[in-house]
């Protein structure tokens, strides 16, 4: 059974940061692309990033400098660093996982909130 646990969520105020985790089981992890997305009140659920097997990041164009996604294959777990916090990155963060090779192979977590307020 495929379980993604997040935490580290909460209320921060604008310009901290936060450090979200995703402890991940059931699967290979080294194996998977892992990946953050969020979604906020009354939109789709947007990529923030996503991490291949090997190290390598990719990132939404319009988040890039204050997000940093990293993993660690040992712990099973991946990580998404959000720093300069806003108040429109309050959302849902989603943490996933995807075999690289088989599509049907796509994993979610239950989602942490993030509120950035004053």
């Known amino acids: 059974q495929v379980q993604l646990v997040e935490s580290g969520g909460g209320l921060v105020q604008p310009g901290g940061s936060l450090r979200l985790s995703c402890a991940a089981s059931?699967?290979?992890?080294?194996?998977?692309?892992m990946g953050w997305y969020r979604q906020a009140p009354g939109k789709q659920r947007e990529l923030v990033a996503v991490?291949?097997?090997?190290?390598?990041?990719m990132y939404a164009d319009s988040l890039k400098g204050r997000f940093t996604i990293s993993r660690d294959n040992a712990k099973n777990t991946v990580y998404l660093q959000i720093n300069s916090l806003k108040p429109e990155d309050t959302a849902i963060y989603y943490c996933?996982?995807?075999?690289?090779?088989?599509?049907?192979?796509?994993?979610w977590g239950q989602g942490t909130q993030v509120t950035v307020s004053s």
């Open positions: 991490i291949r097997g090997g190290g390598s990041t």
């Open positions: 996933n996982a995807e075999h690289p090779s088989y599509s049907s192979l796509r994993y």
């Open positions: 059931g699967i290979i992890f080294s194996v998977y692309y």
